[in-house]
Protein backbone atom coordinates (compact mmCIF):
# COMPACT_ATOMS: atom_id res chain seq x y z
CA UNK A 1 0.00 0.00 0.00
CA UNK A 2 1.17 3.66 -1.24
CA UNK A 3 1.59 6.57 1.47
CA UNK A 4 -0.98 8.34 -0.81
CA UNK A 5 -3.44 5.22 -0.23
CA UNK A 6 -2.69 5.35 3.49
CA UNK A 7 -3.14 9.39 3.30
CA UNK A 8 -6.28 8.78 1.34
CA UNK A 9 -7.97 6.06 4.34
CA UNK A 10 -7.00 8.25 6.94
CA UNK A 11 -8.60 11.16 4.99
CA UNK A 12 -11.84 9.19 4.66
CA UNK A 13 -11.80 7.83 8.50
CA UNK A 14 -11.34 11.54 9.74
CA UNK A 15 -14.57 12.08 7.59
CA UNK A 16 -16.52 9.25 8.52
CA UNK A 17 -15.96 10.41 12.43
CA UNK A 18 -16.68 13.85 11.67
CA UNK A 19 -19.69 13.11 9.89
CA UNK A 20 -20.45 11.13 13.35
CA UNK A 21 -19.73 13.83 15.56
CA UNK A 22 -21.85 16.06 13.51
CA UNK A 23 -24.98 13.61 13.99
CA UNK A 24 -23.77 13.00 17.94
CA UNK A 25 -23.94 17.34 17.96
CA UNK A 26 -27.33 17.71 16.58
CA UNK A 27 -28.72 14.98 18.57
CA UNK A 28 -27.65 16.54 21.46
CA UNK A 29 -29.17 19.79 20.53
CA UNK A 30 -32.66 18.26 20.05
CA UNK A 31 -32.27 16.71 23.50
CA UNK A 32 -31.18 20.44 24.98
CA UNK A 33 -33.56 21.96 23.33
CA UNK A 34 -36.61 19.41 24.35
CA UNK A 35 -35.15 19.58 27.61
CA UNK A 36 -35.28 23.27 28.25
CA UNK A 37 -39.25 23.30 26.72
CA UNK A 38 -39.63 20.57 29.38
CA UNK A 39 -38.50 22.65 32.38
CA UNK A 40 -40.15 25.81 31.15
CA UNK A 41 -43.53 23.72 31.29
CA UNK A 42 -42.26 22.68 34.67
CA UNK A 43 -41.65 25.69 35.90
CA UNK A 44 -45.03 27.10 34.96
CA UNK A 45 -46.73 24.50 36.50
CA UNK A 46 -44.84 24.51 39.79
CA UNK A 47 -45.33 28.48 39.98
CA UNK A 48 -49.27 27.70 39.26
CA UNK A 49 -49.42 25.19 42.19
CA UNK A 50 -47.70 27.58 44.56
CA UNK A 51 -50.02 30.16 43.59
CA UNK A 52 -53.16 28.01 44.12
CA UNK A 53 -51.41 26.73 47.87
CA UNK A 54 -51.22 30.28 48.46
CA UNK A 55 -54.65 31.12 47.71
CA UNK A 56 -55.92 27.81 49.43
CA UNK A 57 -54.43 29.38 52.52
CA UNK A 58 -55.38 32.95 52.55
CA UNK A 59 -58.62 31.77 52.03
CA UNK A 60 -58.91 28.90 54.67
CA UNK A 61 -60.95 30.06 57.83
CA UNK A 62 -59.03 27.91 60.57
CA UNK A 63 -56.89 24.85 60.81
CA UNK A 64 -59.01 22.08 58.39
CA UNK A 65 -58.77 19.26 61.31
CA UNK A 66 -60.11 21.44 64.13
CA UNK A 67 -63.00 19.58 65.98
CA UNK A 68 -66.31 20.86 66.31
CA UNK A 69 -67.23 22.64 69.50
CA UNK A 70 -69.25 20.16 70.65
CA UNK A 71 -66.47 17.52 71.01
Known amino acids: ?7 SDRLVDIEIKLSHQEDLVETLNQTIYRQ ?7 EAMV ?16 PVNEKPPHY
Open 47 to 62: AALADHIRTLQSTRQG
Open 1 to 7: MSQEDRF
Open 36 to 42: GRRIDQL
